[in-house]
């Protein structure tokens, strides 16, 4: 069986760089090419912990289409398990990537078979979700989907709860670790996104708060950016600096988080130690442009620091 098991979205991104990100209503011209590259948080995640050495399994939809065909084999060549990889009567998701030189991005998603899947096709797959050591979920994919997978998961269940979107009580009580980003926590606490926008000095004890009203079985740990990482246990958190890098492109960057998280933890690493490591493997990923492609291996995530 897979160390982990990836249940989520793959997309074809279509990546235009920009000089900077148009506003509402605004027409932005890029004189640099568009690219087109793999992607979809699930994918991403699969491939990143892959690269880190793990055995993986991804779970998903794609089109029956060449793009569907193209995105299955980026995957099958890091070493990925396709079989659970099923073909939709949908295009292949696709998401447009806005980014500039600093590293900010805006993307849109065309969800596509993502959005097909449904748990109904996931029962052939109940013993590999099942047995995984670790199983890995997103929310680009239909919620009734996340939710079946953390019933049948009986390994560590972590779950990244992008794009942000209110998630079952139930299902929340049976995650094991929670990775949102400031605005997806702010979301799910129903505290609207203040604090999305909030800078280096932003209220600690206030995000510990809403992470620990989400009731989660385990920890929470929020991705800052720039700012860090924040652990929040029960009855403590802690703060994970931030490596100091020249970002290029920060796509991506939390789905490598996510499953150098999990890596470290199935390790047997401590949560404070595996937020460390997973901000490591960040730090790799925002120095080189795109999602999938700047997913670092191992040697590199070691190199850091």
């Known amino acids: 069986m897979p160390d982990i098991v990836v249940v989520g979205s793959l997309n074809v991104d279509v990546v235009v760089p920009l000089d900077e990100l148009p506003a509402a209503g605004q027409t932005v011209l890029?004189?640099?090419?568009?690219?087109?590259?793999?992607?979809?948080?699930?994918?991403?995640?699969?491939?990143?912990?892959?690269?880190?050495?793990?055995?993986?399994?991804?779970?998903?939809?794609?089109?029956?289409?060449?793009?569907?065909?193209w995105l299955t084999g980026l995957l099958a060549a890091e070493g990925v398990d396709t079989a659970a990889v099923l073909r939709a009567p949908r295009p292949t998701g696709q998401a447009i990537v806005l980014v500039t030189a600093d590293g900010d991005s805006t993307i849109a998603v065309s969800s596509g078979a993502n959005m097909w899947l449904a748990p109904e096709h996931l029962r052939p797959y109940a013993d590999l979700i099942g047995d995984a050591a670790a199983v890995l979920l997103q929310?680009?994919?239909?919620?009734?989907?996340?939710?079946?997978?953390?019933?049948?998961?009986?390994?560590?269940?972590?779950?990244?709860p992008a794009p942000a979107r209110p998630i079952d009580p139930g299902t929340l009580a049976r995650v094991d670790v929670l990775v949102p980003n400031r605005g997806e926590l702010a979301a799910l606490a129903g505290a609207g996104a203040?604090?999305?926008?909030?800078?280096?000095?932003?209220?600690?004890?206030?995000?510990?708060?809403?992470?620990?009203?989400?009731?989660?079985?385990?920890?929470?740990?929020?991705?800052?950016?720039?700012?860090?990482?924040?652990?929040?246990?029960?009855d403590r958190e802690h703060l994970v600096p931030a490596e100091p890098v020249d970002a290029v492109d920060a796509t991506g960057a939390g789905d490598t988080f996510c499953a150098a998280l999990a890596d470290?933890?199935?390790?047997?690493?401590a949560i404070d130690d595996a937020a460390r490591w997973a901000s490591?493997?960040?730090?790799?990923?925002?120095?080189?442009?795109?999602?999938?492609?700047?997913?670092?291996?191992?040697?590199?995530?070691l190199a850091v620091g």
Do not use: F, I, Y
């Not at 490591?280 to 995530?301: D, K, N, Q």
């Open 30 to 69: 890029s004189a640099a090419d568009h690219s087109r590259a793999g992607g979809g948080k699930g994918a991403n995640q699969a491939v990143a912990a892959a690269r880190l050495g793990r055995s993986v399994a991804m779970v998903g939809a794609v089109g029956d289409d060449a793009e569907g065909q």
């Open 139 to 160: 929310q680009e994919v239909d919620a009734a989907v996340v939710a079946a997978t953390v019933a049948a998961a009986r390994g560590l269940v972590v779950v990244n």
């Open 194 to 234: 203040g604090p999305a926008a909030a800078g280096p000095s932003e209220d600690v004890a206030g995000l510990a708060a809403m992470a620990r009203s989400l009731g989660t079985r385990g920890p929470v740990v929020v991705t800052l950016g720039v700012d860090g990482a924040l652990v929040v246990t029960a």
């Open 264 to 269: 470290a933890l199935l390790d047997g690493a």
């Open 280 to 301: 490591r493997a960040a730090a790799v990923t925002v120095t080189r442009p795109g999602a999938m492609a700047s997913a670092p291996r191992r040697a590199e995530v």
